[in-house]
């Protein structure tokens, strides 16, 4: 013979069996907040091993440049030859620049070339006639990209018209020396 529940009893029933289900969830709850937890303390320190031994390869490549540098400059000591002196130097210049290269350093010129504020920096402006508005006429220093990025700008001299005061001082200048021209003839 089979009891009848109550609906009191189907209540309390379905509240425990509710409860049980909760404490269930709760439990899995903690324990993906913990798992989480744990994943990101150990991005974190993957992260900071990965920072200390980033450039790494970098500097094992660089370690002969720098032996290189270290025979030249000691040469200098030992002799007084200057040519075989600057050959190391070239030769360690272009073993520094072809390992920079290697890691993805890109030297560029803006020499010739309008002026980009995005890969030059104007340090100065000359007045000149012979060249156009804002081309660059001078480089003083190359710029240096890294990842098509920027991180060096070319430092460079800009073009600019000469001010009209100027001109026309000019213009009276040219037009004094066409007259004593036509006076000595």
Do not use: W
């Not at 309008?114 to 340090?123: H, L, Q, R, V």
């Amino acid at each position: 013979m089979k009891l009848k529940k109550g609906p009191v009893t189907e209540l309390k029933e379905s509240l425990e069996k509710t409860k049980a289900e909760v404490k269930t969830h709760y439990e899995n709850y903690l324990r993906a907040l913990a798992e989480f937890e744990n994943f990101r303390r150990r991005k974190e320190k993957e992260i900071e091993e990965f920072r200390c031994f980033a450039n790494e390869n970098l500097m094992f490549e660089l370690i002969p440049v720098l032996e290189n540098f270290e025979r030249a400059l000691a040469y200098k000591d030992v002799t007084k030859d200057s040519e075989n002196l600057k050959n190391g130097l070239e030769i360690a210049y272009r073993q520094m620049k072809t390992t920079l290269a290697k890691f993805g350093l890109k030297e560029y010129s803006c020499l010739g070339q309008e002026f980009d504020p995005k890969t030059c920096e104007a340090i100065s402006f000359i007045e000149t006639e012979e060249n156009p508005k804002n081309v660059i006429v001078q480089e003083l220093s190359k710029g240096y990209e890294y990842q098509n990025r920027v991180i060096q700008p070319a430092r460079v001299i800009v073009a600019k018209p000469k001010s009209e005061k100027d001109l026309s001082q000019h213009e009276t200048e040219k037009k004094s020396q066409v007259e004593e021209q036509d006076k000595g003839v």
